[in-house]
């Protein structure tokens, strides 16, 4: 079994290995940049949050916005994150449609399998 597969089916795993520690630098990268980004140009930020996460488009998350991957976050049409959350998206974390988050939420899927809002 791979480390991602133990990883998806809740299983102690090490991520120092198959590439994730490139993609959580990657994904560091993107939201950073999200983070960094000026309120005055919200098409830019919609675009970041399009190529940071996992099929998600027509949401808004206010920065800044943390995570480990992005791409394991899939979050339904028309739901808002506010400020300063943390998903830890080791496994896949999937979000309903109109789903709002008020601020300094965590959400973390280290060790299960997944969790869905």
């Known amino acids: 079994m791979t480390m991602r597969e133990r990883i998806m089916n809740g299983k102690l795993f090490t ?7 490139e993609e959580r630098t990657a994904a560091k990268i993107k939201m950073k940049s999200f983070n960094e980004s ?5 098409a830019a930020r919609t ?3 399009e190529e940071m996460l996992g099929k998600s488009q027509n949401v808004w998350i206010e920065p800044p916005f943390y995570f480990c ?4 976050i899939y ?5 808002y ?3 300063n959350c943390n998903f830890i998206d080791d496994g896949i974390i999937t979000i309903g449609k109109s789903v709002m988050f008020g601020s300094a939420v965590t959400i973390a899927t280290v060790g299960t399998q997944s969790a869905p809002i």
């Open 38 to 42: 000026s309120p005055e140009n919200p």
């Open 15 to 21: 991520d120092e290995c198959e590439g994730l520690p």
């Open 75 to 79: 979050i339904g049409e028309g739901s």
């Open 47 to 49: 675009k970041m949050l």
């Open 69 to 72: 991957y992005g791409t394991h």
């Open 81 to 83: 994150i506010n400020f």
